[in-house]
């Protein structure tokens, strides 16, 4: 279809996160102050593909805001090998657009007939993990069509923000205006496209980011494989100074995310290093790091840092 309908559901995430706002909030908060009472000793998270990007966030959120220790599940230990981890009183997080994979399924079932506190984040209510689950939370992202997801990854992530904010008795007032913010992004379009033209001829790059963007990295890096075929590989840029740096030569293709924030102030040094280098960057993010880049896409304030990836990932996605 040429991305017409990928495009189209790029340009709906604006009111999707206006309708989490306003319908999805009640059941989020009630099902944190379940959470809450049952004071968990650990979240663990359980997803795949692009959800799996948004239980990365979900970590930094848990880590940072709720002061609680957080972890990935590797479902392959219950769905090849068979495991049964013991995980009473963990609160468990199942994320899957559809709700429908195995890979997220099992895990749950497994994690609630253990004594876990068990949420499922769907698009789809009836899905088996929504029915698996002993909470489900609806990201009422609507029928989606692209085969690369956008709009429900978004609403994702603001979902597992404001369940996260509620469990700690936040507010999670930093979310407010998230819907105006990305309509004024989307809005910038033909300027990326128009960015985009100089890397038409590239067979590979690097994506990278640090602190809560480096979510952002990986979805980037995996929409660029789905929807371009281009081989691309996201890294924290902790670990792209290490081997990984050693690809990077001059004339090589390096996305850098880096809204304003401590993540940003991070990435600085990797950035003034990859322009001794010669690579060719293009920095989308805070302005002051603009001239480290080659060429780049200036953010304005995103706001509060622990909500930015819900508003960087936007232009990549276009």
Do not use: W
């Not at 944190?32 to 979900?58: K, M, Q, W």
């Not at 769907?122 to 989606?144: C, K, M, Q, R, W």
């Not at 081997?243 to 940003?264: E, N, T, Y």
């Amino acid at each position: 279809m040429g991305g017409e309908l990928m495009a189209a559901e790029i340009r709906e995430q604006p009111e999707v996160l206006a309708r989490i706002q306003s319908a999805g909030r009640p059941e989020i908060e009630a099902v944190a102050r379940e959470i809450r009472a049952r004071r968990p000793r650990f979240a663990y998270f359980v997803a795949r593909g692009t959800s799996d990007h948004a239980t990365l966030y979900g970590k930094y959120l848990v880590e940072t805001r709720l002061g609680m220790a957080a972890g990935s599940a590797s479902p392959s230990t219950m769905t090849v090998y068979d495991a049964h981890p013991d995980l009473r009183d963990v609160l468990v997080i199942g994320v899957s657009q559809s709700g429908a994979s195995p890979d997220i399924v099992t895990p749950l079932e497994r994690a609630r007939a253990s004594g876990a506190i068990t949420v499922a984040v769907t698009n789809s209510p009836g899905s088996p993990l929504a029915n698996t689950a002993e909470y489900h939370l609806d990201v009422l992202a609507g029928p989606e069509k692209a085969v690369a997801a956008t709009k429900s990854y978004t609403a994702e992530l603001l979902t597992l923000f404001y369940l996260i904010e509620a469990i700690a008795g936040r507010t999670g007032d930093e979310a407010a205006d998230l819907p105006e913010r990305a309509a004024a992004l989307i809005s910038r379009e033909e300027e990326v496209a128009h960015l985009a033209i100089r890397y038409r001829f590239a067979d590979q790059l690097v994506v990278t980011a640090r602190g809560y963007n480096y979510p952002t990295a990986r979805e980037a890096a995996l929409k660029l494989m789905e929807t371009t075929y281009v081989v691309a590989h996201s890294f924290s840029s902790a670990d792209l100074l290490h081997g990984p740096m050693a690809m990077i030569d001059r004339g090589f293709p390096v996305i850098a995310v880096a809204p304003s924030g401590l993540g940003a102030t991070a990435l600085q040094p990797v950035l003034e290093r990859l322009r001794t280098l010669g690579a060719d960057t293009f920095v989308v993010g805070d302005p002051e790091l603009a001239a480290l880049g080659t060429v780049s896409l200036p953010l304005p304030d995103l706001g509060a840092e622990c909500v930015s990836p819900i508003l960087a990932i936007l232009p990549l996605q276009h």
